[in-house]
């Protein structure tokens, strides 16, 4: 009896070995300390690269290479201390024009790029990342939901025909002035028709009426906000295609974000922090612009600034808000010009198409509303303040009665159009929110977990070879080679599949390692004891790897169904472990009945024999 595999079955392990050597080759490069800096409004021109470049040299900082890509710079320093020292500087350069971020960059060759090869994601208690708190501004949520109620009110005063003088908001209480005392009686009524929520106060004059929202009430509406917000985070988290991260609430009013491994902080963080809606609203044709502008806004208008900074006045009732928005993506309308097609919910639809109907031939104007945090110096100290950031990005004349999709066109360039698109599909903030810390986990860190679960898988990877080699002789050489490739595809696996390694993962790596080397144990026991009951060496080999199989499979099988179990039902690090078990006992069964059986073959397969060393 003679043992060999066929030329193709040999062909195909070897090809596999060659494609995962290839793939697990980008792990070994590491990361390069790096400084990524963009502009949160328009992209970074070459110009403002060049000038990037000159505030680092000036300091007297050597950047390793400097990379423009889709309108943002990146800046590869030799070590981290290079790395804080330009981001401190840029910082202070390009003030509040640009967004500079401390990054990891792969320091993949490019010939390895060019292959598609990447490392794989690292955890945050590896590679580090970003740690983000936020805090849900609670007072903004409330304020929304007096302007609102402030809105409805107005509504259902016009439909009950009650004439009042103006309705608004005063603190913290919606104030109703009425044309005279005899009509408080059919405004009371109507509200309570309609509003039944409102609380009424009591006030001194006979035509007012002073509404307040419930105590009750203001907690739902900020616990829902919290909800919302993670609720929406998370959508944009996954827009940004991070793997594994990590939101939670913290407090009443904190949220947690933590980001492993993220090769784009400054986008995440844009993103993340970016409230950013639409409104829809008719213009106020019938007022006098400029006398609006020189402070004598018309009641039922508010005036607004054009891109182009020309002032224009829009009827102060919102048609359609952005939490009314269900899908939007970005593209190019008939003139090839950046447009966002939008998606409303059946709400939104319908009083989209009524007043779009009733108001044929008359201009609306499209509102984006943008909360932005900004670091101003007052006496000496940096301040974090906020500003909210209205702007008319479109007036166009309705044409026809709209129907559930419709576009929104004036945007200034395709990819402001995809940032909104992105934004509107991850769903709006119902509140705004604030960075109010921000850490990166630097790879000091991270290096000392990394060098710490790798010491731990070299150690009992040598001991494992030793006695092997020294128990089993060739076939533990033999096996040492199975366990070495099992490692290679195991890296190239969970690079391919661009999964995340954390320290639970290290471990399953380390579990797999034991049970590769009991499956090439067993196969080595097997063909002792074929020898042993006198059979030849070549029936030995052969029978050995046969009734090893079945065991082996038997016991794999079922490991791999509790990491299955696991990935189901397990969440974060135990995911990250039944991940790289489930990949490890594959890619051990594999490498110990196939890779080890092909080594043997060659060996002790085509040629008489007389004894194995084993």
């Known amino acids: 009896m003679q043992n060999h595999f066929p030329l193709w079955k040999n062909g195909l392990i070897l090809i596999i070995l060659v494609v995962a050597s290839i793939y697990a080759l980008p792990n070994l490069y590491g990361d390069d300390p790096s400084v990524q800096v963009s502009s949160s409004s328009t992209p970074l021109a070459q110009a403002q690269v060049k000038q990037i470049e000159d505030h680092v040299k000036q300091a007297g900082l050597n950047s390793k290479s400097v990379e423009y890509t889709n309108g943002q710079a990146l800046l590869r320093f030799e070590n981290t201390n290079d790395q804080l020292k330009a981001a401190d500087v840029l910082r202070d350069k390009m003030g509040n024009d640009a967004t500079v971020a401390l990054n990891l960059a792969p320091a993949t060759p490019a010939w390895l790029n060019a292959f598609g090869a990447k490392p794989m994601y690292l955890g945050l208690d590896l590679r580090g990342g970003v ?6 501004d609670m007072e903004a949520a409330i304020k929304q939901a007096q302007e609102r109620y402030t809105d409805d009110v107005r509504t259902a005063l016009r439909t009950a025909k009650v004439h009042y003088v103006s309705v608004g908001r005063d603190k913290d209480r919606i104030k109703v002035q009425l044309k005279s005392a005899e009509e408080v009686e059919a405004a009371t009524q ?10 009424f106060e009591s006030v001194e004059n006979l035509n007012e009426l002073i509404l307040t929202i419930p105590e009750v009430e203001q907690r739902e509406i900020k616990k829902f906000a919290l909800t919302q917000n993670i609720t929406t985070l998370r959508n944009r988290v996954n827009e940004l295609g991070v793997a594994e991260p990590v939101i939670q609430q913290q407090g009443d009013n904190r949220i947690v974000v933590q980001l492993p491994g993220v090769q784009d902080t400054a986008r995440a963080k844009d993103i993340l922090g970016t409230t950013a809606t639409l409104e829809y609203r008719l213009v106020d044709v019938e007022h006098d612009v400029q006398k609006a502008v020189q402070g004598r806004v018309p009641i039922g208008s508010r005036l607004y ?8 006045l829009l009827d102060s009732r919102v048609i359609v808000t952005g939490d009314q928005i269900v899908d939007a993506s970005s593209g190019l309308d008939q003139n090839n010009s950046p447009a966002v097609f939008i998606t409303l919910n059946g709400v939104g639809a319908k009083k989209m198409g009524k007043v779009t109907q009733e108001s044929i031939g008359k ?11 900004k670091t101003r110096e007052v006496n000496g100290e940096k301040l974090r303040i906020k500003e909210k950031v209205e702007k008319v990005i479109s007036v166009a004349t309705i044409r026809d009665a709209f129907s559930k999709r419709f576009q929104t066109t004036g945007l200034d360039n395709p990819q402001e159009a995809r940032n909104l698109a992105l934004l509107l599909r991850a769903g709006a903030l119902a509140a705004p929110v604030d960075i109010i810390e921000e850490r990166t986990i630097g790879p000091s860190l991270g290096q000392d977990n990394i060098n710490q679960g790798m010491n731990s898988v070299i150690v009992g990877f040598v001991v494992v070879m030793v006695f092997m080699v020294f128990y089993y002789k060739v076939f533990g050489l033999v096996a040492n080679f199975a366990l070495t490739f099992n490692l290679v595809l195991i890296i190239s696996l969970l690079s391919l599949l661009q999964a995340t390694l954390t320290l639970p993962g290290i471990a399953g790596i380390v579990l797999t390692i034991g049970m590769a080397v009991d499956a090439n144990v067993l196969i080595n026991e097997r063909i002792r004891e074929e020898i042993n009951n006198g059979n030849t060496p070549q029936a030995s080999i052969f029978a050995g790897y046969e009734k090893a199989f079945g065991t082996i499979f038997d016991s794999n099988i079922t490991t791999l169904l509790v990491a299955l179990i696991l990935f189901g039902f397990g969440t974060g690090p135990v995911k990250g472990f039944a991940v790289t078990l489930s990949i490890g006992i594959l890619s051990s069964m594999f490498t110990a009945i196939m890779g080890s059986r092909m080594l043997i073959n060659w060996i002790y397969g085509n040629r008489r024999v007389e004894k194995l060393s084993i």
């Open 363 to 373: 201009p609306m104007a499209v509102v984006f509303i943008e909360y932005k945090i």
């Open 131 to 136: 740690h983000f708190l936020l805090e849900v």
């Open 190 to 199: 109507a509200i309570n028709k309609d509003l039944s929520s409102l609380k």
């Open 305 to 312: 600034y054009e891109k182009n900074g020309n002032p224009i």
